[in-house]
């Protein structure tokens, strides 16, 4: 396993690449310092009060170890894990799922997968999805892990509630060792059930909100299920940690990838925000990051209860998939993204393009090249097409994808949002539009106490 830092390329922003109309100077960067310092010091202060709890997950070293061991001793005879969970929490456990294993995993055979049991993640309540799920997973040989933080979404706790019925009707009172349950520690109906049924369960800690949970039970559990190495990841975590522990821009790349996101946002006109990996694997990360985005910063009030309807709009794209079907829009459309590439620099596989016929034709530039040199090429051409056009382009290097590296970019990620609700001044760490959704829906579909939000709608 390759164990070094990503890196953090913002030439592609700077106006000596890209023009001054749609380039920044490094003054114009550097002039967010003093209020940067003001946003770390109220962030320290908050995390100090216990009011932020995802500063304190990749230091949880004996609760990983406690999860990996519990993992061992459950996927025992199992063959399938079915993830009940929506939102935050299913992002990241999917999106370490594809990093670490590939998005082929679930088809690999049993060796390759090296005995441990295939991992589905139900999210969305449609039906035809979830019955056929059904048909194909067989209770004895399944592991149902029901994850909730409120312990009362709809769309994780109507699943539950099929699954728990099917559980006990097939497997009676085997039914506790087919679930697990990872919910707040004291609070909603999953963990009064979990309490009641005696169910195996894990706690998210009051203070981490579903998007910021990847690195709590909600990713640890299904990771260590299909033998990721979790310890590795709080590694990487803290290795991150570390590296932005002051708010100095010149070090702290998480805070320069936050400036320079928010300045294009809020005074250069630029409210999308492109992130397209070149890798298969980091495109369940780019969606675990578009929630982070949109849900923490996505607001209609600041902290001081005026309206400022903020937030910018996350976009996920794949190289080199989406060359042919966004890119003409990022090149030549309005000036209104910024793009950041994920690459990846050491591959874990590779193939050599042959060339099968003996004389010369259109094709034989791509032989005696490998895929992986082709995929680089692709991503070098694109960044300089984006380029010339005056696009502004950020480029995060992942030196290989491992648990060392993904440790790193969670926590990147996590750290850059929250110095972005600082600096638009509002609360990254709720979420009113969501839970105003799921109030309505509890209305509509009969909860009792909930019914005044049916007569809102009306
Ligand atoms: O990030 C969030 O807070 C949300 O996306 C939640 O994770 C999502 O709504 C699911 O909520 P819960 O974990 O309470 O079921």
Same mark, same amino acid.
């Given at each position: 396993?390759?164990?070094?830092?990503?890196?953090?390329?913002?030439?592609?922003?700077?106006?000596?690449?890209?023009?001054?109309?749609?380039?920044?100077?490094?003054?114009?960067?550097?002039?967010?310092?003093?209020?940067?310092?003001?946003?770390?010091?109220?962030?320290?202060?908050?995390?100090?009060?216990?009011?932020?709890?995802?500063?304190?997950?990749?230091?949880?070293?004996?609760?990983?170890?406690?999860?990996?061991?519990?993992?061992?001793?459950?996927?025992?005879?199992?063959?399938?894990?079915?993830?009940?969970?929506?939102?935050?929490?299913?992002?990241?456990?999917?999106?370490?799922?594809?990093?670490?294993?590939?998005?082929?995993?679930?088809?690999?055979?049993?060796?390759?997968?090296?005995?441990?049991?295939?991992?589905?993640?139900?999210?969305?309540?449609?039906?035809?999805?979830?019955?056929?799920?059904?048909?194909?997973?067989?209770?004895?040989?399944?592991?149902?892990?029901?994850?909730?933080?409120?312990?009362?979404?709809?769309?994780?706790?109507?699943?539950?509630?099929?699954?728990?019925?099917?559980?006990?009707?097939?497997?009676?009172?085997?039914?506790?060792?087919?679930?697990?349950?990872?919910?707040?520690?004291?609070?909603?109906?999953?963990?009064?059930?979990?309490?009641?049924?005696?169910?195996?369960?894990?706690?998210?800690?009051?203070?981490?909100?579903?998007?910021?949970?990847?690195?709590?039970?909600?990713?640890?559990?299904?990771?260590?299920?299909?033998?990721?190495?979790?310890?590795?990841?709080?590694?990487?975590?803290?290795?991150?940690?570390?590296?932005?522990?002051?708010?100095?821009?010149?070090?702290?790349?998480?805070?320069?990838?936050?400036?320079?996101?928010?300045?294009?946002?809020?005074?250069?006109?630029?409210?999308?925000?492109?992130?397209?990996?070149?890798?298969?694997?980091?495109? =369940?990360?780019?969606?675990?990051?578009?929630? #982070?985005?949109?849900? %923490? *910063? $996505?607001?209609? !009030?600041?902290? /001081?209860? +005026?309206?400022?309807?903020?937030?910018?709009?996350?976009?996920?794209?794949?190289?080199?998939?989406?060359?042919?079907?966004?890119?003409?829009?990022?090149?030549?459309?309005?000036?209104?993204?910024?793009?950041?590439?994920?690459?990846?620099?050491?591959?874990?596989?590779?193939?050599?393009?042959?060339?099968?016929? =003996?004389?010369?034709?259109?094709?034989?530039? #791509?032989?005696?090249? %490998? *895929? $992986?040199?082709? !995929?680089?090429? /692709?991503? +070098?051409?694109?960044?300089?097409?984006?380029?010339?056009?005056?696009?502004?382009?950020?480029?995060?290097?992942?030196?290989?994808?491992?648990?060392?590296?993904?440790?790193?970019?969670?926590?990147?990620?996590?750290?850059?949002?929250?110095?972005?609700?600082?600096?638009?001044?509002?609360?990254?760490?709720?979420?009113?539009?969501?839970?105003?959704?799921?109030? #309505?829906?509890?209305?509509?579909? $009969?909860?009792?106490?909930?019914?005044?939000?049916?007569?809102?709608?009306?």
């Amino acid at each position: 396993m390759i164990k070094r830092g990503i890196t953090y390329d913002y030439h592609g922003v700077l106006s000596d690449f890209i023009g001054k109309e749609h380039g920044l100077s490094r003054d114009e960067i550097i002039s967010y310092q003093s209020r940067v310092n003001a946003g770390h010091q109220r962030l320290v202060g908050e995390r100090k009060r216990g009011g932020i709890g995802f500063f304190e997950l990749p230091y949880r070293e004996a609760e990983a170890r406690e999860i990996k061991e519990k993992a061992q001793e459950i996927r025992q005879g199992i063959e399938n894990c079915l993830v009940l969970g929506i939102g935050g929490s299913s992002l990241g456990g999917k999106a370490l799922r594809d990093a670490i294993k590939t998005p082929l995993y679930n088809l690999m055979p049993r060796k390759m997968r090296e005995g441990t049991p295939h991992l589905f993640f139900a999210e969305n309540i449609d039906p035809e999805t979830i019955s056929r799920l059904l048909e194909m997973l067989p209770m004895e040989k399944t592991l149902v892990v029901v994850i909730s933080k409120s312990g009362g979404t709809a769309e994780t706790m109507s699943q539950f509630l099929i699954l728990y019925e099917r559980l006990k009707r097939e497997l009676g009172r085997e039914l506790s060792r087919h679930l697990v349950a990872i919910t707040d520690p004291e609070k909603g109906a999953l963990r009064e059930i979990a309490r009641a049924d005696s169910l195996i369960s894990f706690d998210i800690p009051g203070n981490v909100g579903g998007r910021f949970s990847v690195l709590t039970p909600v990713g640890l559990f299904p990771a260590a299920l299909i033998g990721i190495d979790i310890e590795t990841l709080l590694e990487g975590a803290r290795a991150m940690a570390g590296r932005c522990d002051l708010p100095d821009l010149k070090s702290n790349i998480a805070y320069l990838n936050g400036v320079i996101h928010y300045h294009y946002d809020m005074k250069r006109g630029k409210p999308l925000f492109v992130l397209m990996p070149y890798a298969d694997s980091l495109l =369940s990360l780019a969606d675990w990051c578009r929630q #982070l985005y949109a849900e %923490s *910063l $996505g607001k209609r !009030f600041d902290r /001081e209860g +005026r309206e400022v309807f903020c937030g910018p709009t996350p976009i996920r794209a794949l190289g080199t998939t989406d060359q042919h079907s966004q890119l003409q829009l990022y090149i030549e459309g309005p000036f209104d993204k910024v793009i950041t590439f994920l690459r990846v620099e050491a591959l874990r596989g590779d193939a050599e393009i042959p060339n099968p016929f =003996s004389s010369d034709n259109s094709l034989s530039y #791509l032989a005696n090249h %490998s *895929l $992986g040199q082709l !995929f680089g090429f /692709e991503q +070098r051409a694109t960044a300089h097409a984006l380029v010339e056009n005056h696009r502004p382009v950020l480029t995060v290097g992942v030196p290989e994808i491992n648990e060392y590296t993904l440790g790193q970019l969670f926590y990147f990620y996590e750290l850059q949002v929250a110095m972005m609700g600082e600096l638009y001044g509002i609360d990254a760490f709720n979420q009113p539009g969501v839970e105003r959704g799921k109030v #309505l829906t509890y209305g509509l579909m $009969g909860r009792k106490g909930y019914e005044k939000y049916v007569k809102e709608m009306e």
